[in-house]
């Protein structure tokens, strides 16, 4: 596509539910991230997925977050049982290539809301 | 550890103001580069300007400029005449060489503010 698409750009939910985020990279990017935006503090790390690679997890917050990488492609974000600080944007981005320096492209996220 | 500091939160000015941006960094790392991201209100980061630690020139790009010096491990931005579409949250970022990928570490952002 023409940019990282994500879906859905908001998701209210109930605390103790699980929810799963998709992200879409840039076709033909091999590297793919994700970010977590709480309020006021900035961006986040999540997790890290290069090609065949095993994904970098060293951001992940909890036992609780997991995210998988299909086909090289689209990535799935799961966050099961819910709490209320795992409120937040979540943004994924993807870039050409692993390499050091690379710019990341980034989608306009997911809102989620946990009650 | 890698860190980066925007000491300044929110800043607001009237248009065609001048304004600056901080950033200060933190690594062990000699290679590495330095980013700016601005993000407006529809959530999307917008990539601004990308520096390697090689290459202390500074750049401009019609209003907006950098400063990168690594003498005081710093990387501002400086928007000239500033319009309201300027308006947007905007971070700085750090990518080391010693990690195994493209890993960006940010700054906390600063909310810009320009009013008519």
């Known amino acids: 596509g023409a940019g990282v698409s994500q879906s859905p750009s908001n998701k209210v939910t109930e605390k103790g539910k699980d929810v799963e985020l998709r992200c879409d990279p840039i076709s033909g990017h091999t590297a793919l991230y994700w970010y977590r935006q709480s309020l006021g503090q900035g961006l986040e790390f999540l997790i890290y997925?290069?090609?065949?690679?095993?994904?970098?997890k060293s951001g992940l917050p909890s036992d609780r977050f997991s995210a998988e990488r299909t086909g090289g492609s689209v990535s799935t974000l799961t966050i099961q049982r819910t709490q209320q600080e795992d409120s937040a944007v979540y943004l994924c981005?993807?870039?050409?290539?692993?390499?050091?320096?690379?710019?990341?492209?980034f989608g306009s996220g997911t809102q989620l809301s946990v009650l | 550890a890698q860190k980066v500091t925007q000491a300044q939160t929110e800043i607001s000015v009237v248009e065609k103001e001048d304004v600056t941006l901080d950033c200060v960094y933190e690594t062990r790392d000699t290679t590495y580069y330095l980013f700016w991201y601005k993000q407006p209100p529809s959530g999307e980061l917008v990539f601004l300007i990308r520096r390697n630690s090689f290459d202390e020139q500074n750049e401009i790009s019609g209003r907006y400029s950098w400063n990168f010096q690594k003498s005081t491990s710093s990387f501002n931005f400086t928007i000239t005449a500033s319009q309201v579409v300027d308006s947007a949250v905007y971070f700085c970022a750090l990518s080391e060489a010693a990690g195994a990928n493209s890993k960006l570490t940010f700054g906390k952002g600063i909310t810009l503010s320009v009013r008519p």
């Open positions: 997925f290069q090609g065949n690679s095993a994904p970098d």
């Open positions: 981005a993807s870039s050409l290539g692993p390499s050091f320096g690379e710019k990341l492209f």
